[in-house]
């Protein structure tokens, strides 16, 4: 299980850093239902990453990914079309990034916040944490590392539970900032928030380069 847990503290580390979802719960703490709305997204979030995860888990489990505990070629070659992915991520990405005293460039949903119901917030953290591509191929590849492994279905859930938990700090953060500190979290919030706006699209190329990465030479030294 220790391995399961080494292999996914990547990308659940990617997945806590994302900005976009991040900067959206700090707007979401502006607005008028920010008590019911902030935790909703989280709880979404969770959800997300928790239903998306334990379907590739199975998929991956029922296609042989670890068989006799030795891992199935066929994951190492998708390892390399998902880092490849990635690539094509990072690449995208890093075109975005503002340039001089250009404004970063930001979803829409972020201006219609403020209309938010705790329903639509959920929402939008399960769709953040698992529909959104960057972090659906994050998640691939976690569950993929999992069931690589070949340790029981137990042991699976607990290393998935703990790639769920770290992925989930970085939306939690603002969150629990903004209930610990109340009306004095306002500067500190807009604070991460204009660091993270103005910065998100290098930060995102960066991680997605160094994921990518890895997942090609683990495909490439599995084959």
């Known amino acids: 299980m220790a391995q399961a847990i080494g292999q996914v503290l990547p990308f659940a580390v990617v997945v806590a850093l994302s900005p976009i979802p991040i900067i959206g719960v700090v707007l979401m703490l502006a607005t008028p239902r920010a008590r019911t709305n902030g935790p909703a997204f989280i709880l979404g979030w969770i959800a997300g990453l928790a239903l998306a995860g334990t379907i590739i888990l199975l998929a991956s489990n029922s296609a042989g990914a670890g068989e006799n505990g030795q891992p199935a070629e066929w994951a190492n ?73 070949g340790i029981s279905a137990g042991e699976q859930a607990v290393a998935l539970a703990v790639f769920v938990v770290i992925g989930t700090i970085g939306t939690a953060t603002p969150v629990v900032i903004y209930f610990a500190m109340g009306d004095r979290s306002k500067k500190t919030l807009d604070e991460l928030k204009a660091w993270m706006s103005h910065n998100n699209a290098t930060i995102i190329a960066v991680i997605l380069l160094v994921i990518a990465a890895k997942l090609i030479g683990d495909g490439i030294s599995g084959l």
């Open 77 to 149: 070659y998708l390892k390399i079309v998902l880092g490849l992915l990635l690539l094509h991520l990072a690449f995208r990405q890093w075109k975005k990034r503002p340039h001089g005293d250009q404004g970063p460039q930001l979803p829409g949903w972020m201006k219609t916040l403020d209309h938010f119901t705790a329903g639509r917030a959920a929402a939008l953290g399960v769709a953040l944490s698992a529909v959104n591509p960057k972090n659906l191929l994050l998640v691939v590849a976690a569950a993929l590392a999992i069931a690589q492994t």
